[in-house]
Protein backbone atom coordinates (compact mmCIF):
# COMPACT_ATOMS: atom_id res chain seq x y z
CA UNK A 1 0.00 0.00 0.00
CA UNK A 2 1.24 3.46 -0.85
CA UNK A 3 1.95 5.86 1.70
CA UNK A 4 1.36 8.89 -0.21
CA UNK A 5 1.04 11.48 2.41
CA UNK A 6 4.86 10.42 3.57
CA UNK A 7 6.19 9.97 0.41
CA UNK A 8 5.43 13.60 -0.46
CA UNK A 9 5.88 15.16 3.09
CA UNK A 10 9.84 13.55 2.82
CA UNK A 11 9.98 15.56 -0.85
CA UNK A 12 8.99 19.15 0.69
CA UNK A 13 10.81 21.89 0.14
CA UNK A 14 14.81 21.39 0.68
CA UNK A 15 17.85 21.91 -2.06
CA UNK A 16 17.94 19.60 -5.42
CA UNK A 17 20.65 18.00 -3.28
CA UNK A 18 18.36 16.79 -0.36
CA UNK A 19 15.01 15.54 -2.65
CA UNK A 20 17.43 13.40 -4.49
CA UNK A 21 18.64 11.90 -1.26
CA UNK A 22 14.86 12.22 0.16
CA UNK A 23 13.73 10.25 -3.14
CA UNK A 24 16.73 7.41 -2.69
CA UNK A 25 15.19 7.01 1.27
CA UNK A 26 11.49 6.26 -0.51
CA UNK A 27 12.67 4.13 -3.33
CA UNK A 28 15.27 2.34 -0.99
CA UNK A 29 12.81 1.37 1.97
CA UNK A 30 10.93 -0.83 -0.89
CA UNK A 31 11.18 -4.69 -1.54
CA UNK A 32 10.42 -4.10 -4.74
CA UNK A 33 11.57 -2.31 -8.58
CA UNK A 34 10.31 1.33 -8.81
CA UNK A 35 8.43 2.64 -11.81
CA UNK A 36 8.48 6.75 -12.68
CA UNK A 37 4.52 6.51 -12.80
CA UNK A 38 4.89 4.74 -8.95
CA UNK A 39 6.92 6.88 -7.40
CA UNK A 40 4.45 10.28 -9.19
CA UNK A 41 1.73 8.80 -7.33
CA UNK A 42 3.92 8.21 -3.92
CA UNK A 43 5.82 11.79 -3.81
CA UNK A 44 3.57 14.06 -5.85
CA UNK A 45 6.26 15.22 -7.52
CA UNK A 46 5.31 16.61 -11.59
CA UNK A 47 6.89 13.66 -13.92
CA UNK A 48 9.11 15.25 -15.94
CA UNK A 49 10.70 17.15 -12.48
CA UNK A 50 10.57 13.43 -11.18
CA UNK A 51 12.03 12.00 -14.25
CA UNK A 52 14.97 14.25 -14.33
CA UNK A 53 15.82 13.24 -10.84
CA UNK A 54 15.83 9.57 -11.73
CA UNK A 55 18.55 10.38 -14.37
CA UNK A 56 20.44 11.86 -12.50
CA UNK A 57 20.64 9.10 -10.01
CA UNK A 58 20.47 6.45 -12.57
CA UNK A 59 23.68 8.29 -14.06
CA UNK A 60 25.78 8.45 -11.24
CA UNK A 61 25.06 4.87 -10.59
CA UNK A 62 22.81 4.99 -7.19
CA UNK A 63 20.13 3.58 -9.38
CA UNK A 64 20.05 1.05 -12.22
CA UNK A 65 17.46 0.58 -15.10
CA UNK A 66 16.35 -2.77 -15.83
CA UNK A 67 15.92 -4.69 -18.60
CA UNK A 68 12.53 -3.65 -19.16
CA UNK A 69 13.10 0.02 -19.24
CA UNK A 70 10.66 0.91 -16.82
CA UNK A 71 11.49 -0.31 -13.34
CA UNK A 72 14.25 1.26 -11.57
CA UNK A 73 15.99 -0.85 -8.48
CA UNK A 74 19.37 -0.07 -6.52
CA UNK A 75 22.80 0.43 -8.15
CA UNK A 76 26.05 -1.13 -7.49
CA UNK A 77 27.07 2.77 -6.31
CA UNK A 78 24.62 2.79 -3.95
CA UNK A 79 24.93 -1.20 -2.72
CA UNK A 80 28.78 -0.43 -2.17
CA UNK A 81 27.78 2.44 -0.03
CA UNK A 82 25.76 0.57 2.16
CA UNK A 83 28.22 -2.30 2.67
CA UNK A 84 31.18 0.33 3.16
CA UNK A 85 28.64 1.83 5.85
CA UNK A 86 27.97 -1.63 7.31
CA UNK A 87 31.79 -2.59 7.38
CA UNK A 88 32.74 0.53 8.83
CA UNK A 89 30.35 1.41 11.31
CA UNK A 90 30.97 3.48 14.46
CA UNK A 91 29.42 1.08 16.58
CA UNK A 92 31.92 -1.73 15.29
CA UNK A 93 34.21 -1.62 17.98
CA UNK A 94 31.48 -2.25 20.28
CA UNK A 95 30.26 -4.63 18.02
CA UNK A 96 33.47 -6.63 17.50
CA UNK A 97 33.81 -6.83 21.52
CA UNK A 98 30.23 -8.62 21.52
CA UNK A 99 31.56 -11.33 19.15
CA UNK A 100 34.79 -11.65 20.32
CA UNK A 101 33.23 -12.68 23.73
CA UNK A 102 30.74 -14.85 21.85
CA UNK A 103 33.99 -16.73 20.24
CA UNK A 104 35.34 -16.92 23.63
CA UNK A 105 32.44 -18.57 25.33
CA UNK A 106 31.96 -21.27 22.54
CA UNK A 107 35.66 -21.49 21.54
CA UNK A 108 34.57 -21.82 17.92
CA UNK A 109 34.57 -19.19 14.59
CA UNK A 110 32.07 -16.39 14.79
CA UNK A 111 30.98 -14.31 12.33
CA UNK A 112 28.69 -10.76 11.72
CA UNK A 113 26.87 -11.16 8.65
CA UNK A 114 24.22 -9.08 6.21
CA UNK A 115 22.06 -9.31 3.20
CA UNK A 116 24.04 -7.76 -0.15
CA UNK A 117 22.35 -8.19 -3.19
CA UNK A 118 22.21 -12.28 -3.95
CA UNK A 119 24.97 -12.81 -1.50
CA UNK A 120 25.96 -12.69 2.49
CA UNK A 121 28.49 -10.62 3.44
CA UNK A 122 30.84 -11.00 6.30
CA UNK A 123 31.35 -7.67 8.36
CA UNK A 124 33.39 -9.00 11.53
CA UNK A 125 34.58 -11.90 12.45
CA UNK A 126 36.82 -13.76 15.23
CA UNK A 127 38.63 -16.86 14.70
CA UNK A 128 38.97 -19.98 17.04
CA UNK A 129 42.19 -20.71 18.05
CA UNK A 130 42.27 -24.63 17.64
CA UNK A 131 44.51 -25.77 14.83
CA UNK A 132 41.68 -26.96 12.42
CA UNK A 133 39.86 -24.07 10.89
CA UNK A 134 38.32 -22.31 8.10
CA UNK A 135 39.39 -19.09 7.38
CA UNK A 136 37.06 -16.27 5.96
CA UNK A 137 38.01 -12.72 6.65
CA UNK A 138 35.54 -9.49 6.84
CA UNK A 139 34.76 -8.51 3.45
CA UNK A 140 34.23 -12.06 2.41
CA UNK A 141 31.16 -12.95 0.29
CA UNK A 142 29.29 -16.31 0.33
CA UNK A 143 26.05 -17.06 -1.97
CA UNK A 144 23.07 -16.40 0.41
CA UNK A 145 21.13 -19.90 -0.77
CA UNK A 146 24.18 -21.95 0.84
CA UNK A 147 24.45 -19.84 4.28
CA UNK A 148 23.08 -20.39 7.07
CA UNK A 149 22.44 -16.54 7.76
CA UNK A 150 21.69 -16.09 3.66
CA UNK A 151 18.64 -18.40 4.84
CA UNK A 152 17.67 -16.23 7.75
CA UNK A 153 17.54 -13.31 5.33
CA UNK A 154 15.72 -14.98 2.80
CA UNK A 155 13.05 -16.06 5.00
CA UNK A 156 12.23 -12.68 6.18
CA UNK A 157 11.19 -11.62 2.51
CA UNK A 158 7.64 -12.36 0.77
CA UNK A 159 7.59 -15.52 -1.31
CA UNK A 160 7.23 -12.52 -4.06
CA UNK A 161 10.78 -10.57 -3.59
CA UNK A 162 12.60 -13.80 -2.49
CA UNK A 163 11.63 -15.21 -6.12
CA UNK A 164 12.87 -12.44 -7.39
CA UNK A 165 16.10 -12.24 -5.99
CA UNK A 166 16.82 -16.26 -6.37
CA UNK A 167 15.79 -15.84 -9.67
CA UNK A 168 18.66 -13.67 -10.48
CA UNK A 169 21.26 -15.83 -8.06
CA UNK A 170 22.06 -19.29 -9.67
CA UNK A 171 21.19 -21.56 -7.14
CA UNK A 172 24.86 -22.91 -7.85
CA UNK A 173 26.06 -26.74 -6.33
CA UNK A 174 28.98 -26.64 -4.27
CA UNK A 175 28.94 -29.57 -2.46
CA UNK A 176 26.33 -32.81 -1.97
CA UNK A 177 24.38 -30.88 0.32
CA UNK A 178 23.65 -28.21 -1.49
CA UNK A 179 20.11 -27.00 -2.39
CA UNK A 180 20.09 -26.57 -6.19
CA UNK A 181 16.07 -27.17 -6.15
CA UNK A 182 13.69 -24.38 -5.78
CA UNK A 183 11.03 -25.72 -3.85
CA UNK A 184 13.61 -27.33 -2.24
CA UNK A 185 14.92 -24.04 -0.52
CA UNK A 186 11.32 -22.86 0.10
CA UNK A 187 10.60 -25.99 2.28
CA UNK A 188 14.27 -25.60 4.17
CA UNK A 189 13.38 -21.37 4.34
CA UNK A 190 9.65 -22.47 5.84
CA UNK A 191 11.66 -24.77 8.30
CA UNK A 192 13.68 -21.82 9.28
CA UNK A 193 10.55 -19.35 9.91
CA UNK A 194 9.34 -21.80 12.30
CA UNK A 195 12.43 -22.27 14.11
CA UNK A 196 14.15 -19.12 14.59
CA UNK A 197 17.73 -20.44 13.58
CA UNK A 198 19.33 -21.78 10.47
CA UNK A 199 21.88 -24.46 9.72
CA UNK A 200 24.36 -24.73 6.72
CA UNK A 201 24.86 -28.08 7.00
CA UNK A 202 28.22 -28.15 4.87
CA UNK A 203 26.27 -26.57 2.23
CA UNK A 204 29.06 -24.01 1.36
CA UNK A 205 32.31 -25.88 2.09
CA UNK A 206 33.23 -29.90 2.96
CA UNK A 207 33.11 -30.40 6.65
CA UNK A 208 32.09 -27.00 7.54
CA UNK A 209 28.35 -26.66 10.04
CA UNK A 210 27.47 -23.26 10.41
CA UNK A 211 24.54 -22.24 12.98
CA UNK A 212 23.11 -18.30 12.82
CA UNK A 213 20.18 -16.64 14.11
CA UNK A 214 19.38 -12.94 13.03
CA UNK A 215 20.07 -9.54 15.33
CA UNK A 216 16.55 -8.36 16.12
CA UNK A 217 15.18 -4.91 14.76
CA UNK A 218 12.33 -2.85 16.47
CA UNK A 219 11.26 -2.36 12.31
CA UNK A 220 10.66 -6.03 11.64
CA UNK A 221 13.13 -6.33 8.89
CA UNK A 222 17.01 -7.23 10.11
CA UNK A 223 20.37 -7.23 8.42
CA UNK A 224 22.36 -8.17 10.26
CA UNK A 225 23.42 -12.38 11.26
CA UNK A 226 25.44 -13.58 13.94
CA UNK A 227 26.61 -17.14 13.56
CA UNK A 228 29.38 -19.44 14.59
CA UNK A 229 31.08 -21.71 12.26
CA UNK A 230 33.08 -25.22 12.99
CA UNK A 231 34.27 -28.50 11.49
CA UNK A 232 32.01 -31.02 11.33
CA UNK A 233 34.78 -33.49 13.20
CA UNK A 234 34.39 -31.22 16.26
CA UNK A 235 30.64 -29.74 16.49
CA UNK A 236 27.94 -31.96 15.35
CA UNK A 237 24.08 -30.42 14.85
CA UNK A 238 22.99 -31.38 18.32
CA UNK A 239 26.35 -29.93 19.81
CA UNK A 240 25.55 -26.52 17.80
CA UNK A 241 22.25 -26.35 19.16
CA UNK A 242 23.73 -25.95 22.63
CA UNK A 243 25.55 -22.80 21.58
CA UNK A 244 21.95 -21.15 20.42
CA UNK A 245 21.79 -18.95 23.51
CA UNK A 246 24.86 -18.06 23.62
CA UNK A 247 24.41 -16.52 19.93
CA UNK A 248 20.97 -15.44 20.63
CA UNK A 249 22.45 -13.17 23.82
CA UNK A 250 24.98 -11.71 21.62
CA UNK A 251 22.43 -11.12 18.75
CA UNK A 252 20.36 -9.32 21.12
CA UNK A 253 23.20 -7.04 22.47
CA UNK A 254 24.42 -6.12 18.51
CA UNK A 255 20.91 -5.20 18.18
CA UNK A 256 20.87 -3.12 21.22
CA UNK A 257 23.97 -0.70 20.12
CA UNK A 258 23.19 -0.81 16.63
CA UNK A 259 19.38 0.91 17.73
CA UNK A 260 21.52 2.58 20.12
CA UNK A 261 24.13 4.02 17.13
CA UNK A 262 20.66 4.52 14.74
CA UNK A 263 19.21 6.97 18.02
CA UNK A 264 22.54 8.68 18.31
CA UNK A 265 22.78 9.82 14.84
CA UNK A 266 19.43 10.68 14.13
Known amino acids: MINTKAGRHRLEGGTPTQRLLALLEVI ?37 READGRHYSRGARLRRLAE ?6 TVGGARHAILASLGEEIGESCNITALSGGEVLYL ?60 ALELEIEAVKQQGYAFDDEEFLPGLLCIAVLASNPNGVSNIGVAMQAPIMRVTREQALAFLPALQRAAEAIAAICQDGASTSS
Request: aromatic fraction near 6%; charge should be positive.
Open 28 to 64: SEKDQFVTLQGLVEETGIPKPTLHRMLQQLESSGMLQ
Open 84 to 89: NLLLND
Open 124 to 183: DRVETPAPLRFYLQPGSRVPVHCSASGKLFLAQMAPAQRKRLLADVPLKKFTHNTLTDFN
